[in-house]
């Protein structure tokens, strides 16, 4: 089994108040591609990171209270080619599902949420929405055609 090799800030001599100790790893909070229970969550993490490492950061830094982890190395993508027709390969990369402890649950925030007010009288967007309205409407295929596309002239 390959050692993990940790470096750790070098230790200075002076007030221990100016010294800040950051993990050197990141996790990425990740919308799952497919619907997950509300106490499990994805996230993107190291190759090197352990499920103990996970669950250590989870509850340390964000005092997160987990249950389990489970881990997947998910295999990247190799359909892309260069500019010489030659296949690149993407990276792979470990995808870590902690499911958090009983009782917690957590939803993925509405970043973008809809908008459901009407546009003011006369504004763009206002003039924009009748126009795409008009052009679908205009867009509509002919009932009476049955199906038939306009092409295929009868």
Not at 23 to 40: A, C, M, N, Q, Y
Not at 70 to 85: A, E, M, P, V, W
Request: glycine fraction near 6%; proline fraction near 9%; aromatic fraction near 10%.
């Amino acid at each position: 089994m390959a050692t993990r090799r940790l470096i750790y800030p070098i230790y200075q001599i002076g007030n221990p108040q100016l010294r800040i100790f950051r993990p050197s790893w990141f996790l990425t909070l990740v919308r799952p591609g497919k619907e997950l229970p509300p106490d499990i969550v994805q996230f993107r993490v190291p190759m090197v990171m352990t499920k103990c490492d996970v669950k250590n950061y989870l509850e340390k830094i964000y005092n997160v209270p987990v249950g389990a982890v489970r881990t997947r190395i998910q295999f990247g993508s190799n359909k892309k080619r260069n500019h010489l027709n030659q296949k690149v390969k993407q990276p792979d990369y470990k995808v870590a599902y902690v499911q958090l402890a009983q009782g917690q649950t957590f939803t993925m925030p509405d970043i973008f949420p809809e908008k459901d007010s009407k546009p003011a009288e006369g504004s763009v967007e206002e003039m924009q929405q009748k126009f795409m309205e008009d052009e679908k409407q205009r867009q509509k295929p002919d009932p009476r055609r049955g199906g038939v596309t306009e092409w295929f002239g009868l």
